[in-house]
């Protein structure tokens, strides 16, 4: 039923000089649509999304508000439908947002039933609007309590939205370093000539209309926790009645002879970005770093480099985060592009001539000509300003919180790349965690708990990286996993891999196979377990097929979607093959 349509709509209003406020539309059957179901409608030309949920028909948009996927190609999972892009999820009554990466709600439809037919009806006023934002309170004149936003990221961002959402009538106050509004940084890599108006998540009028002061070009110095303050580079204090952590963190150099040469690069901002662009068109470069960043990296300059050259500590690409199996065809994919791969190997030296890379000498002894240095090999927490005070930082300088987002000081709070946190569906493993929808929901549980609305971290991890226009998507957590039970076959570039750990399904990674991680993602997030037995069994979508049998009410899952690409301007979607 899943991405099917009707093969007619009936207008109710097709007079062109009907001056209503809405368009009517029968839009199927009502016995068309099961419970548990989920199919794409048009109302005048507009992609609707049709559910039915215990018995209730519900209308809303189709597209997700992140990058425009077809929802329903998704999966719906109770009250809820899940992208199958990228995971975000939407409430299938009300159109709100329910989880990350997405930022904004979709927009909801009437719907009616009458002599067995559905009827559709939408604004013409906001008929080409795709998302919709939240209503949101303001700040109150003479409300003195201020909650203070340390970062300019997806967690600070996702923060101070909630607390408007939830009508926190106080002062919201987002400090940061960048010379940018928050932007959505996953693009970088992908993108890498990006304008950077066109990646930001909100403009100025945004905040200005909802309250939320944003400083730029402002680091934090120090914390005095007991004077709830913080100091500033610039010489000013600001006092907080509660404080959210989230600096992120900082690429990582390498510490070989050399690294003061130019052209040595790292990716952290979107100038970085555009300086990497330019350096490297018809230049030789060298990459070094396996990780999801430096694979990008390496795709998006495959028809723009002279050459390309990629230098990993390890055997093979993501082995210690997706695995040798995906490590292998994605360098397999790669290599096929004339991407030449150094692996098991490390920099020990980086020559020069005028002042410019010209070299890079491997341990193994290997010299690669280079006129660009590209360096991706992990990560340095932004924390330094917590030294000498009482906020609590582990051995790697990161700082822990638990599932509520608190840290060891009361009304400070910590979330995003900087933080280590309980990950619910590991048994609560202590965790550090990466990505940008994880950042997002610990902004949101932050701001919940800021307010005494006490709610636990549950957000199943998400991620998703690009290579030569195919997504790799990726979620749960698997680390220890001992297995990999696979559908499809790697060689194929089509692929479903379950990775298990006590004959349980920890995670699941896909490429050209969707919606099936996406339905993993609903499973974890029920607490539903994924048994070894069940991801052996030859379904095309296993699981979840065994999910709608047990489970009443879980869901249908759709056709296989399409892939996207960024763009600096917007998504392209492509269809399969």
Request: net charge neutral; proline share 4%.
């Amino acid at each position: 039923m899943s991405g099917t349509k009707p093969p007619r709509q009936e207008f109710t209003d097709s007079d062109p000089d009907d001056t209503s406020e809405e368009l009517t539309a029968v839009v199927c059957l009502e016995s068309d649509l099961q419970d548990g179901q989920m199919m794409e409608v048009e109302v005048g030309h507009r992609s609707v999304l049709l559910t039915r949920t215990e018995g209730k028909i519900s209308a809303i948009g189709n597209q997700c508000t992140h990058y425009g996927a077809p929802l329903s190609k998704g999966v719906i999972s109770g009250h809820r439908v899940r992208c199958p892009w990228h995971g975000s999820c939407f409430n299938v009554h009300t159109g709100d947002l329910e989880e990350c990466p997405g930022m904004d709600c979709l927009p909801r439809h009437k719907v009616k039933i009458q002599n067995s037919k559905v009827y559709v009806s939408v604004n013409k006023k906001t008929f080409m609007q795709e998302k919709r934002i939240k209503n949101m309170g303001a700040a109150v004149p003479g409300v003195t309590h201020t909650i203070l936003l340390l970062g300019g990221g997806a967690a600070s961002l996702m923060c101070a939205e909630t607390l408007r959402q939830e009508y926190y009538s106080g002062r919201i106050i987002m400090v940061t370093r960048d010379e940018l509004l928050p932007y959505d940084k996953t693009r970088l890599s992908k993108v890498m000539n990006v304008e950077s108006d066109s990646i930001l998540l909100r403009r100025m009028e945004f905040f200005h209309q909802y309250d939320i002061e944003v400083w730029l070009r402002k680091e934090a110095l120090s914390v005095d926790t007991d004077k709830k303050t913080i100091s500033f580079d610039d010489g000013s204090v600001q006092s907080y009645d509660q404080l959210l952590i989230s600096t992120g963190c900082r690429a990582k150099g390498l510490d070989v002879p050399g690294m003061k040469l130019d052209n040595i690069k790292m990716l952290e901002t979107p100038e970085d970005a555009r300086q990497i662009h330019a350096a490297c068109l018809g230049c030789n470069v060298v990459l070094v770093g396996t990780s999801f960043v430096g694979m990008e990296v390496a795709s998006y300059l495959i028809d723009k480099a002279y050459s390309i050259t990629v230098i990993g500590s390890s055997v093979l690409p993501y082995q210690n985060t997706l695995g040798p199996e995906i490590g292998k065809v994605t360098m397999m994919m790669l290599s096929e592009k004339n991407v030449k791969f150094y692996m098991n190997d490390n920099v020990t030296e980086v020559k020069g001539v005028n002042g410019k890379v010209k070299e890079v000498v491997l341990k193994s002894g290997k010299v690669i000509p280079a006129d660009v240095l590209i360096v991706g090999i992990g990560i340095i927490p932004n924390s330094e300003f917590l030294r000498g005070s009482n906020i609590q930082m582990d051995a790697k300088n990161f700082v822990p919180v638990d599932k509520y987002m608190r840290t060891n000081i009361p009304n400070v709070y910590c979330g995003g790349d900087v933080a280590t946190f309980p990950l619910a569906m590991a048994n609560n493993k202590r965790v550090n965690i990466g990505h940008w929808q994880m950042a997002q929901a610990h902004g949101r549980i932050a701001a919940l708990n800021m307010l005494n609305k006490q709610t636990e971290l549950n957000s199943v991890p998400f991620y998703w990286t690009v290579l030569l226009g195919k997504t790799i998507r990726y979620a749960g957590y698997g680390e220890g996993y001992t297995e990999i039970v696979m559908k499809g076959n790697f060689e194929d570039r089509k692929f479903l891999a379950l990775y298990i750990k006590n004959d349980e399904v920890i995670a699941a990674a896909s490429l050209n196979y969707d919606p099936a991680v996406s339905a993993v993602a609903e499973r974890f997030t029920a607490g539903k377990v994924i048994t070894k037995e069940e991801a052996q069994m030859s379904f095309i979508c296993l699981f979840v097929t065994i999910a709608v049998n047990k489970d009443k009410g879980f869901g249908h899952v759709g056709e296989s979607g399409g892939e996207e690409t960024d763009f600096a301007h917007g998504v392209k979607k492509q269809q399969p093959q």
